[in-house]
């Protein structure tokens, strides 16, 4: 579904990925940590075609260069770390449909999607509300219908966790088990990571230094310390603990 | 918030609510066009158009003290055009002043009080306007009437993030007060333009991450929305008597001035 090879991405001479290489299968959920400023934000951008980067992306067989990227973004959803960011409509309506109608559907079927979308998502009250008086787990949920939407065939997260409580944390698990898709999911919250993931990459300084089976990863401590991140709590308690997305969901 | 007050009122259910946009815009600037083509003189001309926005007014059933509160924020501007006048313009002496100087004409105290009065009414229409119709629906009639599309999206993302910025503001504020309680003078004034400048960053970081939200949805520098709007028989019929009376309006008004 995706590979990447070499990739380097500079912002005004800092090197913040500094080549990176990995493939993800389809359907396959992946975590990706790593502390502060490893580069996993800019990696995302990256795939997306979002920021110039150099080295080789492909998705789906399809490679990110200038003259695909309208075929690339319609396969690729980025759910932003700031939802405020990606809700830029004067309604939820409005911002969901926004993707469809930008694929080039009409506008009936565009809202049908939009209206699909905010349904799955429990949002379908809030339709004509503007974001800015939805709570912040809601506003989380809306940003999943925006590119939800969309349909993409890979979703990339960004930091989905913060600034939620633990009843919108646990509605947001349930969301991300329940996508269609490959999903690369970047996070600080390590416990998102294994109730989510079957896999996990580890970034430090622009570069993956660790990839393998979530709990091996993340139950190393000698790695997880080495590179400024710990041991999740869940995997301390139940190191055998339950496979990803079969922990009980809120109904 | 005001904006928030205002969008209130706007999504009311009055025949004025239900109009479409396009002829509400359409008639204000027919009644602003009409109005400053009217004469000076005599005074009797403006009680058509006054007329007429009064009832504009109370068919939108809207609260009289908000929308004369608004209005009469605005008027100070009108005013200053119009101050100036009476001392600069006309020959017929109505005051001097003991030193000679100044000196106020007959001729420009009419023509000041035309202006203020044509300006009011101006005013008074556009508020006709603004408090009847919901912001974005306003943005989508000027963007079918031709408005530049990077204007309308401007006006959309200050509508979106107004609120946003407000917050933050707010939230600059409290911090800088947290660990500043007595801040007076040229050091307060120096911790205000620091916040300023720190919101203005914060301002630009975040457009340029929604521009970036916005690509990635495959946005190419068109803003497309869902709604269309489609004009009803009623709409139609209030643009031609709108537009009819106000013509009518104008003709009267001159043949009033031709007389005096």
Redesign the interface.
């Known amino acids: 579904m995706l590979e990447v090879l070499s990739l380097q991405v500079s912002y005004h001479d800092v090197e913040a990925v500094r080549g990176v290489s990995f493939s993800l299968p389809e359907g396959e959920r992946t975590g990706l940590v790593g502390p502060n400023g490893a580069g996993k934000s800019t990696l995302l951008l990256a795939l997306d075609g979002l920021v110039p980067f150099s080295g080789q992306v492909r998705i789906g067989g399809l490679e990110v260069v200038r003259r695909n990227l309208a075929q690339v973004r319609r396969q690729v959803g980025i759910v932003f770390a700031d939802s405020e960011d990606q809700l830029f409509m004067p309604t939820l309506l409005e911002d969901v449909a926004f993707g469809p109608l930008n694929l080039g559907l009409e506008r009936d079927q565009a809202l049908a999607r939009a209206r699909g979308a905010l349904d799955r998502l429990g949002l379908q009250g809030m339709a004509e509300r503007s974001s800015h008086h939805l709570s912040d787990g809601e506003r989380r949920r809306a940003a999943v219908a925006t590119v939800l939407a969309m349909r993409p065939r890979l979703w990339l997260f960004d930091e989905p966790a913060t600034n939620l409580d633990p009843w919108a944390r646990r509605d947001l698990v349930r969301v991300i088990c329940q996508l269609e898709g490959t999903v690369l999911l970047a996070s600080h919250d390590l416990d998102l990571v294994v109730q989510t993931c079957n896999r996990c990459l580890v970034m430090d300084e622009g570069r993956v230094v660790a990839d393998g089976p979530v709990r091996q990863i993340l139950g190393d401590e000698k790695l997880m310390e080495s590179h400024r991140l710990e041991v999740p709590l869940r995997l301390r308690l139940s190191p055998g603990g339950k496979a990803p997305c079969r922990s009980p969901s809120p109904s | 918030m005001h904006h928030r007050t205002i969008e209130k009122l706007a999504s009311g259910t009055s025949p004025v609510h239900r109009l479409d946009a396009r002829v509400k815009i359409i008639l204000v600037l027919a009644f602003v066009v009409a109005v400053s083509l009217l004469p000076p003189q005599p005074q009797l001309v403006f009680l058509a158009p006054a007329l007429l926005v009064l009832v504009a007014l109370s068919r939108a059933r809207l609260p009289w003290g908000f929308v004369l509160g608004r209005v009469i924020m605005v008027l100070p501007f009108v005013l200053l055009v119009a101050a100036f006048l009476p001392f600069t313009r006309g020959q017929q002496v109505l005051w001097r002043a003991p030193g000679g100087w100044p000196v106020v004409f007959r001729e420009g105290t009419l023509l000041a009080l035309a202006v203020f009065v044509k300006g009011a009414l101006a005013v008074l229409a556009v508020g006709w306007l603004v408090f009847t119709t919901p912001?974005?629906q306003l943005l989508r009639a000027l963007r079918s009437l031709r408005l530049p599309r990077v204007i309308v999206a401007t006006l959309?993302?200050l509508?979106?993030?107004l609120?946003?910025l407000a917050d933050q503001s707010a939230r600059v504020r409290r911090a800088r007060l947290a660990r500043s309680p007595r801040l007076s003078g040229r050091a307060g004034w120096r911790a205000a333009g620091g916040s300023v400048g720190r919101l203005l960053q914060r301002a630009l970081d975040?457009a340029e991450?929604?521009y970036?939200?916005?690509?990635?949805?495959?946005?190419?520098g068109e803003?497309?929305?869902?709604a269309?709007m489609q004009l009803r028989p009623t709409d139609r019929l209030v643009l031609v008597v709108g537009v009819t009376v106000l013509t009518g309006v104008v003709l009267g008004g001159w043949w009033l001035g031709g007389r005096a």
């Open positions: 912001f974005m959309s993302f509508f979106r993030y609120d946003l975040r991450r929604v970036l939200a916005m690509l990635s949805r495959g946005y190419d803003i497309r929305v869902l269309r």
